[in-house]
């Protein structure tokens, strides 16, 4: 399986199986319309006729010896090693957990997931208690991992933070004598931070996810106060700066949402450049195509122009020393994920759970609020293995639009959450997710391919 695109000037080949990329001259890359699932022995009679008027024969020529040579490194049409360990795949031992400690949030953000914070349960705060026990819940499950990672998450985490420093406290008094190592992630709105939470933060969470959408206008259009008066961009941006100037080498991100009300988000991508930073995910909204700022189908060639634009801007950027991280072009095309991350890269309900206020444990943070989904709670011990096994089945063989599919390794399968609730079955594939990734993949590969231009030239 391969596929073939061109963009910005570059003919780009990708061969699924073994990941490489090629970058083509015209002939072998028109070439390549003649070839179905493999590199003939001998020129297609049909590709002699409608190329060799306009490259030559022996252009042709050696573009079909260029096809056949990559085709015998493995490099081109290359066999699937990976569908034969589909089956194999089991439970793992859990990693991860997202911790609602919060279920309630001091915005309303129009497109929230979590119904602005509730997650339709009713506004809630973790007790500590609680929290311990989700603590010992993961360290219980977690098999020989050393490394674990905790999200604190709403809602709005720092409404509840005293329940996460505790928590913190909690969990590294058992790190020697259980042999693990906690790293902690917090998200937030922003709107609570002082200089004690920031200092908090900036010691004790490996990651910190900043919420904000861009320019004013934009975040504050959907981004409001809990009273509905005002949006939240100018408590935000100055408490975000400090945070982030504070934070030394330690990751962090900014993250918002685009929607069809900013179709031109590349302008809010760089608003976010323009005020300091250079860790960047701006992510399409997932919602009912009923609402009036989702992205629909039609919405998508607009969307894939400015994915566009934005990777022109990136390699500018990057080629004038002034580059920045857009979390959605990241990609190793060296190496790239490993076996078992390219046949299932959501590790949702099998190495990740979330926890609720309640104790409830769910497959992920957007499962949280159909019961449907409940897998236990960290207060009794229940676990349903059952239901994890399904998660970790749930793998790019297992999905049949997934298993047909050029992007199936870098994807690995999408987000289950939704294929859940907008396809109504984790294991079918979320199409304007689908055709949103793809794009990105595209862009991400050629802006690699540019820079190794300019590299190679400089």
Known sequence: MIHKYALNGYRIVLDTNSGAVHLFDEAPFALLDYCDDQVPDKLPQEAIAALQPKFGKDVLEEAHQELLELQKKEQLFSSDDYAQFAGMMRGAPIKSMCLNVAHDCNLRCEYCFAAKGDFGRGRMLMPLNVAKKSIDFLIANSGDRYNLELDFFGGEPL???DVVKETVRYARSLEKEHHKNFRFTIT???????????????????????????RKE????????????????????????????SRGDKDYYARGTFTKYNLDFTKDILHLVDLGFDEISVEPVVSDPKLDYSIKEEDLPRVFEEYDRLSQEIIKRRKEGRGFNFFHFMID?????????????????NEYVAVTPEGDIFPCHQFVGDDRWKMGSVLDGTYDHAMKNRFAAANVYAKPECMKCWAKFYCSGGCNANNNQYEHDILKAH????DLEKKRLECAIMIQAAMADFHSES
Do not use: W
């Open 159 to 161: 409404m509840n933070f």
């Open 188 to 214: 937030t709105n922003g709107i609570l931070l002082d200089d004690d939470k920031i200092d908090f933060i900036n010691r004790e969470m490996s990651n910190c996810v900043l919420s904000i959408d861009g």
């Open 218 to 245: 934009v975040n504050d259009r959907l981004r409001v106060r809990a009273d509905g008066k005002s949006g939240s961009y100018d408590a935000i941006v100055p408490k975000f700066q400090k945070l982030v100037a």
């Open 333 to 349: 095309l060296d190496q790239g994920p490993c076996a078992i991350k390219r046949l299932r890269g959501c590790s949702c309900g």
């Open 431 to 434: 199409k304007i997710s689908c």
